[in-house]
């Protein structure tokens, strides 16, 4: 099935080999965002609340490039080093959503690139 590549200099530039969106059809496969700042391709060296908004807004970059918004966003995943954090997560989460929210999962990991506390992956459907 073909798929459009989704690319912007918004957002971190692909540390390996994928891309940091798919597209098939109406429905967008966004690639794991690490707190990245995309100017400088290092980590965001800030408290875990503005590494967590780092992936956000790293996220949003790319959904509007694929021609959305986080509110399109159906399924994300969240990857923590630290599952002390989860509660700090839904808290940021509120900021960027409105119910209904979309589903999730949250996931405890031993590690993430770059020595990242933080990753977060997702898709969304656009509308239509």
Same mark, same amino acid.
């Given at each position: 099935?073909?798929?459009?590549?989704?690319?912007?200099?918004?957002?971190?530039?692909?540390?390996?080999?994928? =891309?940091?969106?798919? #597209?098939?059809?109406?429905?967008?496969?966004? =690639?794991?965002?690490?707190?990245?700042?995309?100017?400088?391709?290092?980590?965001?060296?800030?408290?875990?609340?503005?590494?967590?908004?780092?992936?956000?807004?790293?996220?949003?970059?790319?959904?509007?490039?694929?021609?959305?918004?986080? =509110?399109?966003?159906?399924?994300?995943?969240?990857?923590?080093?630290?599952? =002390?954090?989860?509660?700090?997560?839904?808290?940021?989460?509120?900021?960027?959503?409105?119910?209904?929210?979309?589903?999730?999962?949250?996931?405890?990991?031993?590690?993430?690139? #770059?020595?990242?506390?933080?990753?977060?992956?997702?898709?969304?459907?656009?509308?239509?």
């Amino acid at each position: 099935m073909p798929f459009d590549v989704i690319n912007t200099n918004n957002a971190p530039q692909a540390i390996g080999t994928y =891309s940091q969106a798919v #597209k098939v059809n109406n429905t967008v496969y966004l =690639s794991g965002q690490i707190p990245l700042v995309p100017d400088t391709m290092t980590l965001h060296f800030g408290d875990m609340a503005a590494q967590i908004h780092q992936v956000f807004t790293n996220l949003r970059a790319v959904a509007q490039a694929a021609g959305g918004d986080l =509110s399109d966003i159906v399924k994300l995943n969240i990857f923590l080093t630290d599952l =002390s954090h989860f509660a700090l997560v839904n808290e940021i989460m509120a900021k960027y959503w409105n119910p209904p929210y979309p589903a999730r999962a949250a996931v405890g990991v031993a590690a993430l690139p #770059k020595g990242a506390a933080v990753e977060m992956d997702a898709i969304l459907v656009l509308p239509q």
